[in-house]
């Protein structure tokens, strides 16, 4: 076969362009830090990365999603613990009024003032807000449990739970529902406040320590979740360092490497750059210049 000057200056052309061809793709590597800058540079690592990702994506979300189910766990517990300490204070107000021989009527009286204060603390605290939500008002977080003084009515929204999905196909339950015990407490605070010299405070003391093994029982109902949360935090932490390592194994380059295949690359172009001026020959028109 007859080799034309044609042939050897397509020929040539076509091996310059493969040889920088690739070496702008191991620049492009290098830059990057990415052995995949687009599915075709490996198709069927580009699939694998996109499941990777999807993953690690997943175990974002839920991370994120243990964030709110802290805030509500967190901010049940804080506001439980007030109604604790409160009730400590009332307890200590009880005893001094139980005991009949040191006070008389009138410092009774002012213990029941002190105690209405108590009262009016314990609703606020029931309707304790995390990002605008009510927290112990069941599913309907735009209502207060307390409006004016007075317990809401409405006990539709505590038939239902609200659950947050921290992790695939698991939800957890994330409100307290504390109506009953904020009830109770609200009876109990108008008992021992009503007016006159009927108020049985030694009962109002047994009825009060009942009440406190309440809250202490919610507590530590919260601390459970608190701690199962916490247990698939690690889990999901645990995870997302398999998957990133997965996923910097499909991905990125080893930069030593890449960085000597550049510089090999780099001088079979500037040979072959060479090597192509003297194949090709000059042509009348490069005499014409």
């Known amino acids: 076969m007859r080799v034309t000057q044609s042939m050897l200056s397509n020929n040539t052309v076509r091996n310059l362009m493969t040889s920088y061809n690739k070496m702008n793709k191991l620049q492009e590597q290098a830059s990057s830090g990415k052995r995949i800058n687009r599915p075709s540079d490996d198709p069927e690592a580009a699939m694998k990365s996109i499941g990777i990702r999807n993953q690690v994506d997943k175990i974002d979300q839920y991370k994120k999603n243990l964030i709110e189910v802290n805030n509500w766990l967190d901010s049940s517990d804080d ?14 107000l009880v005893t001094n009024a139980a005991n009949t021989g040191a006070m008389n009527p009138e410092e009774r009286e002012f213990i029941k003032i002190e105690l209405r204060q108590l009262q009016e603390t314990i609703q606020d605290l029931a309707n304790t807000q995390v990002m605008d939500k009510y927290i ?21 929204g505590f038939s239902k739970d609200i659950e947050i999905e921290i992790f695939s196909g698991v939800n957890l339950k994330v409100n307290t529902n504390a109506r009953d015990l904020f009830e109770g407490l609200n009876t109990f605070f108008n008992e021992i406040t009503k007016d006159g010299d009927e108020v049985d405070f030694n009962k109002a003391l047994k009825d009060l320590d009942t009440q406190m093994d309440n809250v202490l029982s919610l507590r530590m109902d919260i601390g459970g979740r608190s701690n199962r949360a916490e247990l698939t935090q690690n889990r999901l932490d645990i995870q997302e360092g398999t998957a990133k390592k997965l996923q910097s194994e499909n991905e990125d380059i080893d930069f030593e490497k890449v960085v000597t295949e550049m510089l090999t690359q780099e001088a079979v172009y500037r040979a072959s750059l060479s090597v192509g001026a003297r194949v090709i020959q000059p042509s009348l028109v490069d005499f014409l210049r």
């Open 79 to 92: 506001a439980l613990d007030s109604v604790g300490q409160t009730l400590h204070r009332a307890k200590e």
């Open 136 to 156: 112990f008002s069941g599913t309907k977080t735009d209502k207060p449990l307390f409006d004016n003084g007075s317990l809401t009515t409405d006990t539709d």
